[in-house]
């Protein structure tokens, strides 16, 4: 038995959270736990964006992070879930993208893309935490970058 993938209904709270070092299988593993709540929260259509912000979330604590640590807290919303990514290193994050062609930087376009809010916020001395939102129903497509 998974202790997060196979709780029955009743366990099922409003929110999820965990400390880890991302790793060569993390994104799979948390791919799965989010999807398995999302499906518990009645929320399945929300699961392919979701999945997709928070690889490339955990690929930018793989890529700009020392250490790799970082911590997720997904939170159940009336209309949709907030997905947050808290790591170490202090500095924002960018997009990079700067050759049409290069196949890097184009994380938080994606994540801007697919999602109907993100943003961040600094933890003074201890990093930051950039998150996200999927909202259940049609999309905003307003302005979805900023600080929170």
């Known amino acids: 038995m998974n202790h997060a993938t196979d709780l029955p209904d009743s366990v099922i709270d409003a929110r999820y ?10 994104a799979g593993h948390l791919r799965r736990i989010l999807r398995a709540y999302l499906i518990a929260w009645e ?9 997709l912000a928070l690889t490339e ?4 604590v793989v890529r700009h992070v020392p ?10 919303r009336v209309n949709g879930v907030r997905v947050e990514v ?3 290193c202090p500095r924002p994050p960018l997009s990079t993208a700067v050759d049409e062609l290069g196949e890097g930087g184009r994380g938080l376009v994606i994540v801007a ?3 109907d809010r993100w943003g961040w916020h600094p933890l003074p ?7 996200f939102e999927c909202h259940t129903g049609e999309r905003d497509t307003g302005p979805t970058s900023g600080t929170m």
């Open 57 to 60: 979330l955990l690929a930018n």
């Open 17 to 26: 959270g965990i400390n880890f070092t991302v790793g060569d299988h993390s």
């Open 125 to 131: 001395g201890r990093g930051k935490t950039v998150w």
């Open 86 to 88: 808290t790591d170490t």
């Open 113 to 115: 893309g697919v999602t």
């Open 43 to 51: 929320m399945p259509e929300l699961t392919d964006a979701a999945a």
């Open 67 to 76: 250490g790799r640590r970082a911590a997720l807290l997904m939170l159940r």
